[in-house]
């Protein structure tokens, strides 16, 4: 795996599964002074940028080092998965070997003009596989390429790492509080800043896991409303066991942002639901994927404060709709087991190499 260097992390390790496999990561500089290598990471590109204008002047860099990479690793490999259209599918559209793209969500959705729209399509049009994480998104592949037909291939979940069995009393502090949760980027297209809305028609603490962007603006948001908000920052996904085990709603108020940007699908709705808690989500992007409204989950319109809060506070209220849901939701989750998805990836590349 080739990936953008970031401070801290090595240039070179391997990741192993529990299946006994292996991955080797390579990670590549692109800037001579290491430490301000912080355009990738956390996040993804774009939002990064929005949080600090001056990390555009890092792309152009980012771009040659990922070519010069390609150009010297690519004789020894005979395909290529990239994920991401921009930059990763875009640049490896200009090498010879065969890969699969994977859209994801924002890299889809937003920045479709002039030269950007054509390289995009260029890059789809070239590969010999496109996936996509959901229905959602495989339409807006056909709207910037009519004639290519991506296929859903969601990034999927280790179900067996969230379980309910992770759950711990009075985890958060709560006291007979019920607990809301939120996971996720504090960035635009989250909606953070609707659900702390929502919480003002809520007998609950919401608890906040995540960085980005807008954190200072949502604390700012959240003073009047004392200790029944609480910011976490962010959480490893060892760390994420517990918290999601043991919040009793989980809540992803995800909206479409100003540059189109939406979820692709939403993995933390997966991790949720795996770990026996119920989801109420926005009816956002791919998310409608994962959730059948009043069977595994319930949805809201987006930005629709009053809805949500209906919402929660009907998960919070009514045990009976609770258990079915969760119970509907763990069972939702295992067409999403890695071990699926794996298999299906693995045709794909067959069908390349072979």
């Not at 299946?19 to 996040?43: A, F, N």
């Not at 809305?197 to 809520?202: I, T, W």
């Not at 807008?214 to 604390?219: D, H, P």
């Amino acid at each position: 795996m080739l990936a953008p260097a970031a401070p801290g992390a090595a240039e070179q390790e391997y990741m192993y599964g529990e299946s006994g496999g292996r991955v080797r990561v390579l990670r590549y500089h692109y800037l001579p002074i290491h430490r301000w290598e912080t355009l990738c990471y956390p996040g993804a590109i774009v939002p990064r940028i929005k949080e600090k204008k001056v990390r555009v002047l890092q792309v152009p860099f980012l771009v040659l080092a990922l070519f010069w990479n390609l150009f010297r690793l690519l004789p020894d490999y005979d395909v290529v998965h990239a994920h991401w259209l921009i930059p990763q599918g875009i640049i490896q559209s200009f090498f010879g070997t065969p890969y699969i793209v994977t859209g994801h969500g924002g890299d889809v959705t937003s920045l479709n003009k002039r030269l950007l729209r054509k390289l995009k399509c260029r890059c789809i049009e070239k590969a010999a596989y496109v996936t996509v994480v959901s229905d959602y998104l495989k339409e807006r592949i056909r709207e910037l390429s009519p004639r290519t037909e991506a296929l859903v291939l969601p990034m999927g979940v280790e179900k067996e790492r969230f379980s309910r069995r992770y759950y711990r009393e009075n985890f958060f502090g709560q006291g007979k509080a019920k607990v809301v949760l939120f996971v996720g980027r504090l960035a635009e297209k989250k909606g953070v800043s609707y659900l702390i809305e929502a919480m003002k028609q809520v007998d609950a603490m919401l608890v906040v896991v995540g960085e980005g962007p807008l954190e200072k603006s949502l604390k700012e948001q959240a003073k009047e409303m004392g200790d029944r908000v609480r910011f976490l920052g962010p959480k490893s996904h060892e760390e994420l066991k517990a918290i999601y085990a043991s919040a009793d709603v989980f809540v992803v108020p995800s909206i479409t942002a100003r540059d189109g940007d939406v979820e692709g699908l939403g993995l933390v709705v997966l991790e949720a639901m795996s770990s026996g808690v119920p989801v109420v989500a926005n009816d956002s992007g791919g998310i409608r994927q994962l959730i059948r409204d009043g069977e595994n989950g319930l949805l809201c319109e987006e930005k629709n404060v009053r809805q949500l809060a209906g919402a929660i506070n009907r998960i919070l209220k009514e045990d009976a709709l609770s258990d079915a849901i969760r119970e509907k939701a763990y069972q939702s989750v295992r067409d999403y087991d890695y071990s699926i998805l794996a298999g299906r990836y693995l045709e794909l590349l067959d069908r390349i190499v072979l």
